[in-house]
C-alpha cells in the first residue's frame, strides 16, 4: 500500500515569517490538495493541483502559496505567518477529480 | 457556492447504542457524499462514500443513507464501541467531480464504555 506523509508533524513560527510545509505521496495520485482545518470550521480548500505542475485555488488561498515539481509532491507556503495563528494544514491525495481522498496525518502550526 | 451544515457538534452514546450524524446540503447539483473518521492527531480516514444513485450504503456495521429529496445526508454507527471515538466530518461535491470537496464542520463523538 501507499502512504502520503507531511513534514513537518509541528511547526513553530514567528510572525511575518514565511513557512513551507511539505507532502509527499506514492500512490501515483494524479490530483494533490491542501486543506486548512480549524477548530469548529471544518476543512477548508487552500489549493489543488490536478497534475504535475498545475495549480488551482482553492476558497481559502490568499497567503498561500503552491508549488507542485514533481507529481509525487506538494508544498504549501504560508507566505506571511500571522500572529497566534493555530491551525493544522492537511494535505490529501486522489487518482483524480473523481475518486475518493487519502489525507496525511497534517501539520500543526503554531504562530508565535 | 455549496454550504453544507452538520449535527451535532458533539455526541455522546453508551458503548452498543447506535449514534447518528446528519448533513445537509444546499446545491442540488451534489452528486458525491462521503464520510471522514478524525483520530486525534491524525488525518482523515475515508468511512465510505456515495454518488446520487444510492440512497443506503451499509459496511462494516456504518449505514449511510442519502436523502436527495431532502438534501439530507446521515451516517449511523450501529452499537458503537469506544474505538469509534473520534470526529466524524460528511463531505460533499458536485457533480461527481471529487475536486473540490465542501466539508462539514464535523460531529466529536464519544462513546463510553
Known amino acids: 500500500g501507499g502512504i502520503i506523509t507531511q513534514t513537518p508533524k509541528f511547526l513553530i513560527g514567528q510572525e511575518g515569517q514565511k513557512l513551507t510545509l511539505k507532502c509527499q505521496q506514492n500512490?501515483?495520485?494524479?490530483?494533490m490538495y491542501w486543506y486548512r482545518q480549524d477548530s469548529g470550521k471544518g476543512l477548508r480548500l487552500i489549493y489543488y493541483?490536478?497534475?504535475?505542475?498545475?495549480?488551482q485555488k482553492g476558497d481559502l488561498s490568499e497567503g498561500y502559496d503552491a508549488s507542485r515539481e514533481k507529481k509525487s509532491s506538494f508544498s504549501l507556503t504560508v507566505t506571511s505567518a500571522q500572529k497566534n495563528e493555530m491551525a493544522v494544514f492537511l494535505c490529501a491525495s486522489s487518482m483524480d477529480g473523481n475518486s475518493d481522498y487519502t489525507f496525511g496525518s497534517g501539520t500543526r502550526l503554531l504562530v508565535i | 457556492g455549496e454550504q453544507v451544515e452538520q449535527r451535532p457538534p458533539h455526541l455522546s452514546v453508551r458503548e452498543g447504542d447506535s449514534a447518528i450524524i446528519i448533513c445537509t446540503y444546499t446545491d442540488s447539483a451534489t452528486a458525491y457524499f462521503s464520510w471522514y473518521k478524525q483520530e486525534a492527531g491524525a488525518g482523515l480516514q475515508l468511512l465510505m462514500s456515495v454518488l446520487s444513485n444510492v440512497d443506503r450504503k451499509e459496511e462494516q456495521g456504518l449505514t449511510v443513507l442519502l436523502n436527495k429529496k431532502d438534501k439530507r445526508l446521515s451516517l449511523n454507527l450501529t452499537a458503537a464501541h469506544p474505538g469509534d471515538s473520534a470526529v466524524y466530518f460528511c463531505?460533499?461535491?458536485?457533480?461527481?467531480?471529487?475536486?473540490?470537496?465542501?466539508f462539514g464542520t464535523g460531529t466529536s463523538l464519544l462513546v463510553d464504555p
Open positions: 500512490f501515483n495520485h494524479d490530483t
Open positions: 463531505a460533499v461535491s458536485v457533480g461527481n467531480m471529487g475536486y473540490k470537496l465542501t
Open positions: 493541483s490536478i497534475t504535475e505542475n498545475d495549480l
